[in-house]
Nanobody
Framework: QVQLVESGGGLVQAGGSLRLSCAAS????????MGWFRQAPGKEREFVAA????????YYADSVKGRFTISRDIAKNTVYLQMNSLKPEDTAVYSC??????????????????WGQGTQVTVSS
């Protein structure tokens, strides 16, 4: 089992920044990668970013490239999502997820084994 706890969400004005954190506990030694997804009201969950735990390869959705940065601290079993130049359309509940086995498509939510409870990010215009 892997437990994931997100933090760092909140209300920010357009153009501002936030940093989300996701702390993992449990079988963290088994993790292959972690990702961030978001879901806005009335919309489907969408991929934001992912990072391979070993090696640090990163993947981004086109909508956030150049604005968001995913990183991890292996010693702290924590993944971060630095979000800059935020836009109102970034408003959503952001959730982190972990995958234990090798992934074929990091952006596919069905490949992830464990999920956090989510944290709200609201960007005002």
């Amino acid at each position: 089992q892997v437990q994931l706890v997100e933090s760092g969400g909140g209300l920010v004005q357009a153009g501002g920044s936030l940093r989300l954190s996701c702390a993992a506990s449990g079988r963290t030694f088994s993790m292959y990668g972690m990702g961030w997804f978001r879901q806005a009201p009335g919309k489907e969950r969408e991929f934001v970013a992912a990072i391979r735990w070993s090696g640090g390869s990163v993947y981004y959705a086109d909508s956030v490239k150049g604005r968001f940065t995913i990183s991890r601290d292996i010693a702290k079993n924590t993944v971060y999502l630095q979000m800059n130049s935020l836009k109102p359309e970034d408003t959503a509940v952001y959730s982190c997820a972990a995958v234990l086995s090798r992934w074929s498509t990091p952006s596919n939510s069905y490949e992830y084994d464990y999920w956090g409870q989510g944290t709200q990010v609201t960007v005002s215009s």
